[in-house]
């Protein structure tokens, strides 16, 4: 461990030790979905996955977030009226809730950086029919001041722990041994199947599971994957994603796990052209709207795909109607919700 390393790993350790000194509880359920790595993993669309879920069973769920590069301090709603959201939202909630309350609308989103006071707020805000009787800690695998009965810890099946250095010299927000905390591993980015030794190639050559066994004998991992869902035109209308098989596309993202999104796409059959990357969370500016188009004029495209959490950040740019944003959803083995819902 170089210096900074180790700097980073003694503040890590303070910062733990005291939030776990000062834990406090919410009345009802909490199951935090989390990662060791930073971005990546497929939190967002396994939060919505476990919130629907979650009402389908009968609960009422309340999604805690602390809403990443969210300029608002205080712990609020986010609303869930689409007619409400424009770009601005993104940067006053960050793009993750605001992502959130468009495909929850049923579901009550607090944001606020401390969850504990965020959960206290949803049970004081929302009248009984709505009051939460279980709270999804969005990115909460770090959370440690609150207590929470569940820890789900999602794994990136295709590059699960980078060049396995802390931050800032690699992705781990923690070392690897912290796997030993989770109550349910879900591995990403991988098809669907019974779990297999020989899935997942760690480095060094050993199967995935079998590190994951080192430090976690008891947890039940399952594997899940991100599948196209639908295409959204600039004009709203909605499309299957067989619409865009064998057309001929563009794409661009400022996300955490480019490749990925790149991944998915082609999973989809489209033909894709061209592709831009922006850092994480990039806010996007009319110059850069102008430079896609032209880039995707020259390439031939006959269309220009993002993310959803893109999009968010491209509301009030002048695009042409030829952008779609292609949503995607998270799909898990089966008897993982089993696990998940058994208190």
């Known amino acids: 461990m170089i210096p900074f390393e180790f700097l980073y790993h003694l503040g890590y350790s303070i910062k733990k030790r005291y939030a776990l000194r000062n834990q406090k509880r919410l009345p009802h359920k909490v199951i935090s979905i989390g990662n060791i790595t930073v971005g990546g993993t497929g939190k967002t669309p396994a939060t919505i996955a476990l919130a629907k879920e979650a009402k389908k069973r009968g ?50 989103i607090v944001k606020c950086a401390d969850r504990y006071k965020g959960g206290v707020f949803a049970l004081s805000s929302l009248h009984s029919a709505l009051c939460p009787d279980l709270f999804i800690l969005d990115d909460g ?42 109550v349910i591993i879900a591995i990403t980015k991988l098809p669907l199947t019974h779990p297999s030794p020989s899935r997942g190639k760690g480095k060094g050559g050993g199967g995935l599971i079998e590190e994951i066994r080192q430090y976690n004998s008891k947890a039940p991992i399952f594997f899940a994957e991100h599948r196209p869902l639908k295409f959204t035109t600039a004009t709203g209308d909605v499309m299957p994603p067989e619409w865009a098989k064998e057309k001929r596309l563009f794409g661009f993202c400022g996300i955490g796990s480019p490749e990925s999104f790149r991944e998915t796409l082609l999973s989809a059959d489209v033909e ?68 998940v819902f058994n208190f």
């Open 59 to 108: 609960f009422k769920p309340c999604i805690l977030t602390r809403g990443y590069k969210g300029k608002v301090k205080d712990p609020c709603f986010v609303f869930a009226n689409s007619s409400l959201i424009t770009r601005h939202s993104s940067l006053f909630y960050g793009d993750e809730p605001v992502l959130m309350a468009e495909r929850l609308q049923d579901v009550p």
């Open 141 to 182: 695998f770090q959370h440690w001041g609150l207590f929470r009965d569940k820890d789900i810890l999602l794994i990136d099946g295709t590059n699960p722990f980078g060049n396995r250095r802390l931050l800032p010299f690699g992705p781990l927000r923690e070392p690897i041994s912290a796997i030993n905390r989770a």
């Open 272 to 339: 894709l052209i061209g592709f831009k990357t922006y850092r994480d969370h990039y806010r996007y500016t009319l110059g850069d709207i102008q430079v896609i188009t032209r880039d995707a004029e020259q390439s031939g495209a006959e269309w220009i795909v993002t993310t959803e959490k893109d999009i968010m950040r491209l509301r009030g740019l002048d695009v042409s109607e030829n952008f779609v944003a292609l949503s995607i959803e998270f799909a898990v083995d089966e008897g993982f919700y089993e696990e």
